[in-house]
Structures are given as C-alpha cells and as structure tokens.
C-alpha cells in the first residue's frame, strides 16, 4: 500500500545529542512537510521541500535541519541547539497537479522526549 | 496575519446526532480550507479540501461548506457514530504559498453509544 513511514515510533534524546527522525513516502508526491505539534498549539511548520535537493524554513526552523536528496526521502534532524525538542513531530507530502492545490497527507508521528 | 480558531474545542454528543464543527479565519483571501481528522497518537487524516471557487464539498456522512466572505467554514457530521471520535482539524494556506497551513488547534470530539 502507499503511503507515509516515520520512524521510530518513540524517541529519546540526551541531553546535547542530535537525533534523526526518518520520513519515507511512496506516494510519488512532489512536496515534503515537518511538523510539530504540542499540546493546545495546534500544528507549526518546521521545514518543507517542494522538490529535491531544495528546502525551505517554516515558521520555527531554528534547531533544526533537513535534507532532500531522494524525491521519497525526507529526514529531520534536531539538533542540541533545540532547547524545547520534545513534542509529537509529523511528516506530510503531496502532490503537485492542475486545477487547484491538493490535500496533504500524512505519516503517524514520531513522539520525541528527553531523557 | 493570518489566524484559524475553531470553536468549541471539545464537544461531547449522543451517538446518532447530526452535529456541526466551526472553523473561522481572520484572512478570508484564501486559496482553499482542509479538514482533517486525528485519532489520539496517531497522523492527521484529509477529510475534505474545499477550494476558494467551491462553496462546499461533501464526502459519505461529511459535508463541509466555505463562507470566504464571513470567514467561516463548517464541518457538518450526519448520524455520528462513535468511530467519528477524534479531534477535527481545519487549516488554510498562508496567502498564496500554499505549501505553508495554518492549523486551527481543533475541536475534540467524543460520541457515545
């Protein structure tokens, strides 16, 4: 079946660790998506590529990085210069076509915490 | 700025009910509006995308309409069911970058039996 994988699950990071969180879509979408979302805030954007080897800042990039080196692949990495990383994080992708903007969707989350 | 609330943030109705969900945006020049649907732990869900040319859309039991004039856009469920439980989220797309949503925090929903 198609679809969005995150990986691992759950997630503990030390303290001054950097952690990676894995996203892969065989959807054969064009556009890859990083969220958080904490508790009352709703979802935030962190990073989004609309195409390979490109990417750009969401509203709360700082602390973290990203690459897009495979149209399938997107990871997430949280660097120790994110002081508040623990959240529930979420991938998206969907696919560019005419005729209006089409739905994102969704992979089930990685949960991170500190340890 | 562009702010999405959605009101009221948790509702709790009988199994059977037909009920409708609020969604209100501050910017009403808006390329289209989702709703989404999330199970506790888990990913969001599309449930509808209605674009700004459309007034609503309808999926099974869902329907969802869009008043860009009054900022409003409604989730309407028909005969709940207590599979319906979960938060409902809509979102809407920053001005015409429609790669960057704003979430509305949602609205918790339980239906029991």
């Known amino acids: 079946d198609g679809g969005i994988t995150q990986s691992p699950k759950y997630l503990f990071r030390k303290e001054g660790q950097n952690v990676t969180l894995s996203c892969e879509q065989n959807?054969?979408?064009?556009?890859m998506y990083w969220y958080r979302q904490d508790p009352g805030q709703g979802l935030r954007l962190i990073y989004y590529s609309q195409i390979v080897n490109d990417f750009q800042k969401g509203d709360i990039a700082e602390g973290y990085s990203v690459s897009r080196e495979k149209k399938e692949s997107f990871p997430l990495t949280v660097t120790s210069a994110q002081k508040n990383p623990t959240a529930f994080y979420l991938c998206?992708?969907?696919?560019?076509?005419?005729?209006?903007?089409?739905?994102?969707?969704f992979g089930d989350g990685t949960r991170l915490s500190i340890l | 700025k562009q702010e999405v609330t959605q009101i009221p943030a948790a509702l709790s109705v009988p199994e059977g009910e037909n009920l409708v969900l609020n969604c209100s945006f501050t910017d009403s020049a808006i390329y289209n509006l989702q709703w989404f649907r999330q199970d506790p732990g888990k990913g969001l869900t599309s449930l509808l995308l209605i674009q700004s040319s459309q007034r609503e859309q309808t999926s099974g039991r869902l329907n969802a309409s869009l008043d860009k004039s009054s900022g409003r856009s409604t989730l309407y469920i028909a005969a709940s069911q207590p599979g319906d439980s979960a938060t409902y989220l809509c979102a809407v797309p920053i001005s015409d970058n429609t790669d960057k949503l704003i979430f509305g925090t949602g609205t918790r929903l339980q239906v029991f039996p």
């Open positions: 998206a992708s969907r696919i560019y076509r005419g005729g209006g903007a089409q739905p994102q969707h």
């Open positions: 959807l054969n979408h064009d556009a």
